[in-house]
């Protein structure tokens, strides 16, 4: 096995540094090192920023404008891009839907959707979970009746993300009352602006917006918005479920953290002792370096072994709970390193805030309790455990 | 008594909803909710009778707090335990304290020092020059108490409110702080010498916030049971899953151990072993605070995360309480240095 | 909450240490330290003075030789006698047979077997565990057929402990073949001396010798051995598990080893360096400390919690979880201490084992390995957990 | 294709029941399995092929020692990479070693001493005296590498077995160690300064153990994955509990980390990076090793207890390797003095 890149590989980091040297505003940059919320625009100018260069959606065939990128570019420019403070690409529409329609939809659906995506005329996002039904899409209650040539559709999706921005969203929906509950389910592509579709805030813990639940009140869906035959949609919600996990170990956001971590308790305080010299902080972070140092071979190691099985299989549970488990050590350490300083609001009350510590580092604690949501959604930790058992150890 | 009526009072005055809201806004409590938990005497518990209080033992802290803790109480009562402890140690008068006449705050340490021995502030011809942070219940004091450094000695003094800029702010899990600005500010010197009382009160402060955990920690932990028995998925209980019983039962286990680390530490107020045990107990509690703290939130799945689910919000306490007052690992080197000391 | 201790039970710490002084043979105390395999003899002859003080079976009614002793007084015992290195007393006949004839015996087995026990005469072992059948006694396989006046015994027992010195064992046995599994047991008192009882030892992971099983190839027992009624063995045995957990928590020894561990640790080696130096080392000896010093309370705490509930309940099933997680941290970080010295094998081929560190601390890995049990037997750590979500939480 | 054949080796030649009488009683080892690992080149891929072997590189040590940890092999082959990387640095003669004609043991560290800072045996006048304490493979060695101390450097020496007083003992993981005592032992120095040569040996020993504890976690799992799928209890195979699936789950995580660490150190051999990166590896195998065991242990239950049962030998070594060349703590103080340096 040899572990250094070859000069071809090295030559794409150059220039994947260089784009986001260029092409990433500053601006949208501190945001995300500091932890704050995006605009709409800012994550605008970033997709068509990718899109310009031909990067926004490596992994889609190269005639609907994939890159063709090896797993090792992809591993390489989700380094970079983490290095940079580069915005989470929203991944509805490029690394969702776009999968779906290309196993499941017509042509007709790939051609009108997805140049949509690509030049951002679109924003997808997700309707899948309801309020009470999470990972347990059996208790699926939004329904969709058959009129004519449209679906009504009634019902309420919840933990909606970035809903507040999005011009469409893709549901699973009941189609059938009767016979197993997984059975009767539909994906169905829905236009935000019909009639019917409200969407509200939900405040998460740490007091941001970021979710939504949307209420879908007869809302008329023409029937060519199905994706694939109806009630198929269990079928497609599991392909989505195993398939096309984008970089699900967030190496990158991991070690673009530990190195903030790290240059933070490197610097001397007033008094001129540093973080790093307390031993107890010290053991803290080298744990979590050797599990970060780790955990980036995992993930090469198995994102490779995934792409020669043809699709990431159980390895991608591996890599969900161990990244998540080392992001989350993280956060739980920076919001630690800065002791009864982290306590603050972010709000704007004040800027108080920014006034006890670093810009970089004031939404850590807000960012700690923003992210145990991670061992939660896209199959809660324990599911995938299960999945595991099940799947490896045949328990 | 005490307990048991507090607990009522905080029943029904304290109910999430409001808390969600008088929390993180100015004044960031509830007058009126400070006002009854005077007059019932929550803050003379926490004095003895020598001093007009009633109580003072370790006892009554962790009694009051532990109440505080179970209902998710934003009221400043810290400040006042911690004032009252200095103000009596100072032979001053803690008599307006305990009345509710006057609301202080002790301003202990600074910007990026988390140490007594970081302490820079300076008094020079009776006036203080220096910058206290993250100075709990600031907000709508009117007085701090604020210790300075004189060489290798720290003193205390009395600082009007209207003395010093304040710049008051919610604390991300409610309650509110500020920085306090002192420029030439005019003070009241109470004691030239106040290592030994400063210490004093920090000990109290770290039983009272152990005890203050122990209760979050009793309520999140039967929260999180009750949504284990109602909520089910794949059409059983979520609480039916054996991983998840296990993980509450180690929960059960955990939380015994801090309720008997705060009886502990609570026993040895006043004695030679008082710091030690009081750092014994701030480590164990923090630990296990966090650590119900991020198994209730995963328990509960995606409700947790929001701020409308109470259980949100003792997530938040339960974890930030830890960075007050010294966290787990500044504790742990308390009890380390005892077994490194020949 | 009153933590102290009275001039009363001062008094009696007193005079538990005084007797520890006089009474305890120090070469048994030594082995005990040195966690050296105990002879027969040691054990018997710490069992003799015991009895001769009135202290062997403290918790048996006084008209049969109980002390009538308060909680706080068998804490104090307990405390003491791990102080001292005394060892552990053999439970079978004193803290598990006992109360089963108190509860369940007729009149004339109680008149014969407890002053047997008391007196030394009878040497007890316990026969649950059979291969395959551990935990889920449904599974028990020997059985018991009536001919006349006798049972004819047939089956295999394992894990009996010490049973290669005892005169008798209690079994548990199969007496009705159809039914409910747990429906057809029977408790049964048989004499080791009886044709037919092979014991064959079992070596233990470290190498020692501790348990053994026991064979049974028909075996005539009389019928007036038989404990409760025929089929009521279940009960019983639920009975003895929930009741009379002698020093469940285990506080004495762990507070024994944490004292010998932080001697060591601050002892200066040859360099002049300390172990308790290393910030590692100590924080791991202090997290322990605390778990140390709050299972005290905790044990306090239930204990009488237990008492005035008439018998300790789920209380039990906390102090071992705890008790046991404590002590094997201990034993844990004392085999750690020792660094590569904790490695050689404890044999007789040489005392190049006594010659690398000193002997008190030669068998901390052989012990570590073997107290990895405690956790298992006596109804494992999961069976407790089971117990308890059941109970406390209702789950 | 060593790997296969030595793993092939190892399964013919090292079942469990020849292992547990041979591992434990003088020699310690198993003549016979010695010579065939020596015939098969098991030695020569330690070494590169300037210096008479075939291989050398981290991922050729990694390969040989994952194979012995997944058969529990007794035969001590770490001695063996640690004397043929010392006296190739010292730029002697292999070859001897390689052909298994004379078997070598490094006397490294002494009694209660654990840092290389703590040798204290002198070189005088080409005489060497002083104790090296549990010297591995030391039983039957035919010459053993001396470090001393001169001043603040690092000696090595050659000492013949017939030399040094050897007192020799199984490990309680099986294996030979002794007590080697040197009273003014006649040597050949090998190198003036061996400061470096000696740790380059170290790191090279610490990769092989990681090595070695990730086969033995592998085979410790398999053992467990069998074993609850086969065992019933309650009338159901005790596997589908979900509370063991979890923790069994979690140990796959666990080992394929410690697979990927083993991987980043191999490969970072001869590099810079070499001492930090196996530090990093020994740190993580050491605390997973552990892990593995003690849930392989009680996972099994009762039957783990037993001499008999061969996950029981497993488990005594996944926790004893940890002591070798460096515990968890040893190496995670060496990561950490590279976070602390600027």
């Known amino acids: 096995m040899d572990l250094s890149f070859t000069p071809e590989e090295e030559a794409f980091r150059a220039e994947v540094r260089a784009f986001m040297a260029d092409d990433l505003s500053p601006e949208t940059a501190a945001k995300v090192r500091e ?32 890159a063709g990128w090896t797993p090792v570019q992809k591993h390489i420019f989700d380094e970079e891009a983490a290095r940079a403070s580069a915005p989470r690409l929203v991944p509805f529409g490029i690394a969702m839907l776009a999968p779906v329609l290309f196993k499941f939809g017509t042509q007709e ?33 939004t329904r969709a009746v058959r009129d004519g040539d449209h679906y009504i559709v009634n019902g309420q999706k919840t933990w909606t993300t970035l809903g507040q921005h999005a011009d469409w969203i893709f549901c699973l929906v009941r189609t059938k009352a009767d016979g197993k509950p997984q059975e009767g389910i539909s994906f169905l592509l829905i236009d935000m602006k019909t009639p019917g579709v409200e969407v509200r805030p939900i405040r998460l813990i740490e007091g941001g917006h970021e979710v939504n639940e949307v209420f879908l009140t007869d809302v008329r869906v023409p029937v060519g918005n199905l994706v694939g035959g109806e009630n198929q949609g269990w079928t497609i919600a599991k392909y989505l479920l195993t398939h096309e996990r984008n970089n699900i170990a967030g190496v990158g956001f991991s070690t673009q953290a530990f190195e903030s971590l790290l240059t933070h308790a490197r610097h001397p305080r007033r008094s001129g002792r ?92 807000a960012e700690y309790f923003n992210n145990r949501k991670m061992s939660i959604y896209g199959g809660s930790n ?7 058992a099940k799947a490896m150890l045949g328990l | 008594m005490l307990a048991d009526s507090l607990s009522r009072l905080l029943a029904d005055r304290c109910d999430p909803a409001l808390r969600m809201k008088v929390a993180y806004a100015a004044p960031y409590h509830s007058p009126e909710l400070w006002a009854a938990l005077v007059e019932m005497g929550a803050l003379h518990a926490l004095v003895d009778e020598d001093h007009g209080g009633f109580g003072g033992a370790g006892f009554d802290i962790a009694t009051v707090f532990e109440a505080l803790g179970a209902a998710l109480c934003p009221e400043p009562v810290l400040p006042a335990l911690l004032a009252a402890r200095l103000l009596v140690a100072a032979g001053a008068d803690a008599g307006p304290l305990l009345a509710g006449d006057l609301r202080y705050a002790v301003g202990l340490f600074e910007m990026d020092g988390t140490a007594l021995d970081e302490i820079e502030t300076t008094a020079d011809g009776g006036r203080l020059t220096g910058r206290k942070s993250v100075v709990y219940g600031g907000p709508g004091a009117d007085r701090f108490l604020i210790v300075a450094r004189d060489g290798a000695r720290l003193s205390l003094h009395e600082v009007a409110a209207s003395d010093a800029q304040v710049l008051p702010y919610a604390m991300i899990d409610g309650g509110g702080a500020a920085e306090v600005i002192l420029d030439a500010a005019p003070a009241r010197l109470l004691m030239a010498d106040a290592g030994a009382a400063v210490q004093d009160a920090l000990d109290a402060g770290a039983l009272a916030l152990s005890a203050e955990a122990l209760g979050g920690m009793e309520t999140a932990l039967a929260l999180t049971v009750d949504y284990l028995k109602q909520r089910r998925q794949f059409g059983r209980p979520i609480g039916s899953n054996q991983a998840l019983q296990h993980r509450t039962v180690e929960l059960v286990t955990e939380i015994a151990q801090a309720r008997s680390i705060v009886i502990l530490a609570a026993s040895r107020m006043g004695t030679a072993d008082q ?33 409308e689910a109470p259980v949100s919000h003792y997530a938040k306490r339960l974890v930030m309480i830890d960075a007050q007052l010294g966290d787990a690992d500044h504790h742990l080197h308390r009890v380390m240095a005892g077994l490194q000391a020949v």
Not at chain 1, 40 to 64: I, T, V
Not at chain 2, 278 to 289: E, F, I, N, P, Q
Request: charged share 25%.
């Open chain 1, 35 to 66: 932890g704050r919320t995006l605009s709409k625009r800012d994550m605008e100018d970033y997709h068509a920023a990718l899109y310009a260069r031909g990067w926004l959606a490596p992994s889609w065939p190269a005639a609907y404008g994939g």
């Open chain 1, 109 to 141: 659906q790939r051609d009108y959707y997805l140049p949509r995506i690509l030049d951002g005329t679109d924003w997808w996002c997700q309707g899948y979970s309801e309020p009470g039904a999470g990972s347990d899409l059996a208790g699926l209650k």
């Open chain 1, 274 to 365: 540093r973080l790093i010299d307390d031993p107890l902080f010290a053991a803290r972070l080298a744990r979590i370096e050797v599990d970060l140092e780790a955990m980036k071979i995992t993930n090469l190691r198995l994102v490779v072994a995934g792409q020669s099985a043809g699709a990431p299989g159980v390895e991608s549970s591996i890599l969900k709970i161990k990244g998540v488990e080392v992001r989350q050590a993280l956060n739980d350490l920076a919001r630690r390193a800065l002791g009864p300083a982290a306590a603050p609001f972010p709000s704007e009350d004040l800027d108080g805030n920014a006034a006890i510590v670093p810009a970089d580092q004031a939404g850590n604690a």
């Open chain 1, 382 to 388: 324990e599911i995938q455990k299960n999945i595991l």
């Open chain 2, 275 to 307: 710091s030690r045990s009081v750092s014994m107990c701030k480590h164990l509690c923090g630990r296990v605070a966090q650590r119900v703290a991020e198994e209730a939130i995963q328990m509960h799945g995606g409700i947790a995360m929001t701020w």
